[in-house]
């Protein structure tokens, strides 16, 4: 049985009903502070959300911790940084936004696209790159109940490369299915970006200096055994104390600090999960981290053209100010673009040679619905550069908005326990809602929430029940549209629901 959850940035956080009841938090709490371990746990993440084991992870080879070849730290190495972290190199962040796999193992999609993003802002900082891992895991050969290789992954990237997120953006997460790669936008070829090369600075063995070089030019790609206590994880050094190992899973390295001992990760569980999505974990963790890692060689460039605005996503309605920028070198001319879903350009802004431009459409002469905008720069001496493609929806007709909901293979009106499913149906114009949010009621007041800011026409929608306690709820759905900045609301049916764990 497929499993599905609600998207957070691209999607949320969520739990598991495989694995809670393994590890007593309390017990974990205790034992870390008398202990002095070094990390806190918590078990909200836990609580607030629901779906598979099988959906947080997604490598196929997971790292072995029963034996561990290591190289020795070399004395000859002199690092002249104690710490990299790329969040913060004088003062810039080439790390883009925290983003969540859903309930599909394509943990391995993620990380290498997290890697790429990072990699490409480190080439040339302001770009702001966003790049497709459902095109890269659908195309690649990934499949959510299977996972997939990252070798495969930095294999693909070489060879066909990955398109702009706008392309394929990412619904398997909330779906729980496989998307066919023939979804991508037509000119997907075109819009791709390959690596020049990849290397391997770990290879099945723990390589620290070899690492920490690495980090020093960018960040990695890598695995690790995920344990049940790592779930836990809120922040401080993470380091194994409890639990069985479930899987294996694939994330960002993008740093290092040797005061705490401990690698910088970027997770793929959404914001909600330690450290606003990111954690440190110990050099001398079992879980194998750092023990297999990829760097990306992404191609050289003396600039950029991107467009800052519209954001992906954006709703918009009459008049849209756009903004793009150009940093090469000799420009002649800059344009920005705006194409309909079929890729006919509905309208051109020319800001002739302004490196900075602001370029206003009048969106009221176009039918609603999904629209694609992008900036060209023609240079001095060289063919045109072409930025990334961002995607937005033009709604000008007020939509009928509805919202409802029903249990599926359930029975609402009996009382429920453990992991329950919703179906959940939106309906709201040419755009999707803006925002989604569960809500259950005791005695008139509020006393569960759980939202996102990406929601589907269809999906599904599990909670863990023992989030509350035992008692009888009123629970229903809200959502949100907004459109420059005005909200519109619309709420669902209500179930009065009797839980008994």
Sequence with gaps: MKRISL?????????L?????????????????????????DDAWLKNNSASIKGLLGVRNAPKTDAQFEVPQSRLRNFSATTVDWRDVNGLNYV?????QGNCGSCVAFATVATLETQMNIAY???LFRYS??????CGGGACEMGWFPSAAADYLQSSGIPDEACLPYTSGATGEDVECSRSCSDSANRSLKIVSYTTPTNYSKDLDSVKAALARGALMTTLTVYTDFLLYKSGVYKHTTGKAEGGHAISLIGYDDSKGAFIIRNS???DWGMKGFAYVSYDDISG???ETYALEVPKYNGYVTVRAPDNRAIVAGKMTASAESTFAGLQKLEVTVVDAQNQVKSTYDCATQAKCAAEFETTTWADGTYQIFSTATIAGKSQETSQRQFFYVENTAPKMSLNFEGKDVNLTQPVKGRIVF???AASGAAPLSTLKLIAKQNGQIVYTRGTNIALPEMTLGWRTVSVPNGEYDVFLTGTQVVNDQTSSVESNHFTITVNN
């Design 7 to 15: 998207m957070l940035l691209l999607l949320p956080s969520f739990a």
């Design 17 to 41: 009903a495989s694995s809670v009841a393994t590890v007593d938090v309390k017990a974990l709490q205790t034992k870390l502070k008398k202990e002095n371990i070094g990390w806190q746990a």
């Design 96 to 100: 883009s936004p925290i983003l969540n």
């Design 125 to 127: 900082f302001g770009g």
């Design 133 to 138: 891992p459902q095109a890269l895991f659908a």
């Design 269 to 271: 569980w959404g914001e």
């Design 289 to 291: 981290v750092g023990n």
């Design 423 to 425: 179906n959940i149906h």
